[in-house]
């Protein structure tokens, strides 16, 4: 059996420097996540948001793969509950050749207890250009047309419909911009968590 390789691939194939700087890069994204975590500890601390008491701001992980839709990506979710029947969490993705994120992910107990909280501010969340997930799931982060929509076009009848199962509610940056993700991160955590107020 023979191997047969076009120009283009055997060219990457020899690549060496691209495979060491990636992981530089990927050591400074995830120490950029980490950081960024500190930043959201001390919004979730001065906020004295009653309606989020109850979450433990214990977690503290990065997860990385390399392939959410065949490209790398590095994960926080803070704060963060996951089990079977309920999610909380304010998910930071980076993905490579894209963009950064922040969404919002409700599920369960913490959606049934905040739905109409974040129902009352759809004109704040249209004012700051959010998107609202009308996908079946919450786990498409790719803010293509037909899984998320800006806000300003959100109508009651896709809030009620969508918010049966979940709500998942984002922005995203993109790579080129990557100089504004601190401040992008740091201010639209800190609109999340006034969403939940």
Known sequence: MSLNLSEKEIN????????????????????????????????????????????????????????????????????????????????????????????LILKGKPLNDLKSTIKSKKSFLSEKNFYFCIDNTPWNHDFSPDKHIQYEVLTDDIFNKQSENFIKIGKYCEVINFEDWQSFCSVNFNNLIYTLK
């Open 12 to 103: 990457c194939l020899k690549e060496v420097e691209f495979w060491r700087l990636s992981k530089e890069v990927n050591k400074k994204l995830e120490t950029f996540l980490y950081d960024i975590q500190h930043e959201y500890e001390s919004i979730l601390f001065e906020s004295s948001n009653q309606n989020i008491q109850f979450l433990s701001s214990s977690h503290r992980k990065v997860s990385k793969g390399n392939n959410y839709k065949g490209l790398p990506y590095l994960v926080l979710d803070y704060p963060a509950i996951f089990d079977r029947k309920n999610i909380f969490t304010i998910r930071t993705m980076i993905w490579w050749g894209k963009f950064i994120s922040i969404t």
